[in-house]
């Protein structure tokens, strides 16, 4: 069971970027993919949540409107495409796996992956 990140990086403020994180070995087409984020000192911030058998998908209040997450279930890739960066969106973002519904909370998550860094240059 494992969850891969990548596409973290540096953006400046407004432009965008692309995350993906790659699932194995869970049952993908019946999974709620979530995304969270943590800047240094913070607790871990819930982002987004997708449900990867009918596409539901939520957001946060802080990126609601910016961000949109999608799915790929041949590829078991989930994407959070990060649009209108701004400096508080910076931190380690985390994707997770949880059985069936999507959950705000990260103690509903099972499975995580090792997170990939987001900077946002001002």
């Known amino acids: ?26 049952d993908f087409s019946r999974s709620a993919m979530g995304w969270f984020r943590q800047a240094p000192g913070k607790e871990r911030e819930w982002v987004s949540c997708i449900s990867t058998s009918d596409g539901r998908a939520w957001y946060g209040d802080s990126v609601k409107g910016r ?43 099972h499975t995580w992956g090792q997170g990939t860094r987001v900077t946002v240059s001002s």
């Not at 400096?87 to 103690?107: F, K, L």
Request: aromatic share 8%; net charge negative.
């Open 67 to 109: 961000f949109t997450t999608s799915t790929d279930n041949a590829k078991m890739t989930v994407y959070l495409e990060m649009n209108n960066l701004k400096p508080e969106d910076e931190g380690v973002y985390y994707c997770g796996s949880a059985h069936s519904r999507c959950s705000p909370w990260a103690t509903d998550y």
């Open 1 to 26: 069971v494992q969850l891969v990140e990548s596409g973290g990086g540096l953006a400046q403020a407004g432009g965008s970027l692309r995350l993906s994180c790659a699932a194995s070995g869970i």
